[in-house]
């Protein structure tokens, strides 16, 4: 949950990435690392990985800015995306106040993307929250492997399997190459940030 440290003057939200296994969640955050400045990016971590599989979380905190004389700082987590993690999937969504769900286009993947976005919204009742009012943006990711052995999902397509009632932003993107990883970014701390303020000011 977002909270505020007015000693510091800051705000910090948490930020996580969901989505099937080997979508791209972790690659993600491995791309802003890389790009980010270093006073806008602390250390990234990552906890508990079998080769490039995540069993645990990632996180990276960023400061992404200042509004109204307070630091924005936002901490992003991925989850692991194996079916099997899903306790650890529901440790790593307590207090979230922003969802970027990574979608893999690969057209073998969709039953996949469907079941975990499933898996997203019934955790998220569990936890009391309701999808409809977290902030969320679908990312279809490797759309850098159009052309390739295996067909990809056609963004309508996607939109359709994913999207059609949530009717949140949708992005395409390639996070190995970082094409769309910093608009998803943009996005999703625009909402988290319009969110976390509304919180704070109801209470
Ligand atoms: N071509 C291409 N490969 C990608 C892209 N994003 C991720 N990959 C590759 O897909 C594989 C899985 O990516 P990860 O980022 O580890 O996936 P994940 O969603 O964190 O997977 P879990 O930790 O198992 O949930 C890696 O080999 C990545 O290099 C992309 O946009 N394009
Ligand atoms: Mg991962």
């Given at each position: 949950m977002a909270f505020i440290d007015l000693a510091r003057k800051e705000i910090n939200c948490k930020v996580v990435f969901y989505g099937p296994g080997r979508g791209g969640k972790t690659t993600?955050?491995?791309?802003?690392?890389?790009?980010?400045?270093?006073?806008?990016?602390?250390?990234?971590?990552?906890?508990?990985?079998?080769?490039?599989?995540?069993?645990?979380?990632?996180?990276?905190?960023?400061?992404?800015?200042?509004?109204?004389?307070?630091?924005?700082?936002?901490?992003?987590?991925?989850?692991?995306?194996?079916?099997?993690?899903?306790?650890t999937r529901k440790l790593v969504l307590k207090g979230v106040d922003g969802i970027v769900?990574?979608?893999?286009?690969?057209?073998?993947?969709?039953?996949?993307?469907?079941?975990?976005?499933?898996?997203?919204?019934?955790?998220?009742?569990?936890?009391?929250?309701?999808?409809?009012?977290?902030?969320?943006?679908?990312?279809?990711?490797?759309?850098?492997?159009?052309?390739?052995?295996?067909?990809?999902?056609?963004?309508?397509?996607?939109d359709q399997d994913l999207n059609s009632t949530l009717k949140v932003p949708s992005l395409p993107a390639s996070a190995l190459k970082g094409t769309g990883v910093f608009d998803t970014l943009k996005t999703i701390s625009k909402l988290t940030i319009r969110y976390v303020s509304q919180k704070v000011v109801g209470q």
């Amino acid at each position: 949950m977002a909270f505020i440290d007015l000693a510091r003057k800051e705000i910090n939200c948490k930020v996580v990435f969901y989505g099937p296994g080997r979508g791209g969640k972790t690659t993600n955050l491995i791309y802003l690392h890389k790009a980010l400045k270093s006073n806008a990016k602390g250390k990234m971590v990552s906890i508990d990985t079998k080769g490039d599989r995540t069993l645990f979380f990632d996180f990276l905190p960023l400061a992404i800015g200042k509004i109204r004389g307070l630091d924005i700082k936002i901490q992003l987590y991925t989850v692991p995306g194996q079916v099997m993690y899903n306790a650890t999937r529901k440790l790593v969504l307590k207090g979230v106040d922003g969802i970027v769900f990574v979608a893999d286009s690969l057209s073998v993947q969709k039953e996949k993307n469907i079941e975990s976005l499933e898996n997203l919204i019934e955790n998220i009742q569990e936890e009391n929250m309701d999808i409809k009012n977290i902030p969320l943006v679908l990312q279809y990711n490797k759309r850098d492997m159009d052309g390739g052995k295996i067909p990809l999902l056609s963004i309508e397509e996607m939109d359709q399997d994913l999207n059609s009632t949530l009717k949140v932003p949708s992005l395409p993107a390639s996070a190995l190459k970082g094409t769309g990883v910093f608009d998803t970014l943009k996005t999703i701390s625009k909402l988290t940030i319009r969110y976390v303020s509304q919180k704070v000011v109801g209470q």
